[in-house]
């Protein structure tokens, strides 16, 4: 499956963005997606995840309750809506997809065979 993820920017602390990954290639119902980033420095971390059907969502301790991934299976798209950003929110982000149908989301980047090419997000003090 291709990733293209896109929706990044420059945004000022407390404002919102929302990324896309479109995917194209195989039958999308059938895997699970997550996003991750990655500072300057630092590892690639998990952010959110969700699974094949929507059922089942998981997310960092450090966005919880700002960050929302949800996903349209008929546009093939996985949405990453990102609210009251803060500056250590600053990464590129990449969506990833896993081929399954569990219930379970998974938060292991060694878990995710698919990835896209990762977009931009900058959050300004």
């Known amino acids: 499956v291709q990733l293209q993820a896109s929706g990044g920017g420059l945004v000022q602390a407390g404002g919102s963005l929302r990324l896309s990954c479109a995917a194209s290639?195989?039958?999308?119902?059938?895997?699970?997606l997550g996003w991750f980033r990655q500072a300057p420095g630092k590892e690639r971390e998990f952010v959110a995840g969700i699974n094949s059907s929507a059922g089942s969502t998981l997310y960092a301790d450090s966005v919880k309750g700002r960050f929302t991934i949800s996903r349209d299976n008929a546009k093939n798209t996985v949405y990453l809506q990102m609210n009251t950003l803060k500056p250590e929110d600053t990464a590129v982000y990449y969506c990833?997809?896993?081929?399954?149908?569990?219930?379970?989301?998974?938060?292991?980047?060694?878990?995710?065979?698919?990835w896209g090419q990762g977009t931009q997000v900058t959050v300004s003090s």
């Open positions: 290639g195989r039958t999308f119902s059938n895997y699970a």
């Open positions: 990833a997809a896993r081929h399954s149908r569990a219930m379970m989301v998974l938060g292991s980047t060694r878990m995710y065979s698919y």
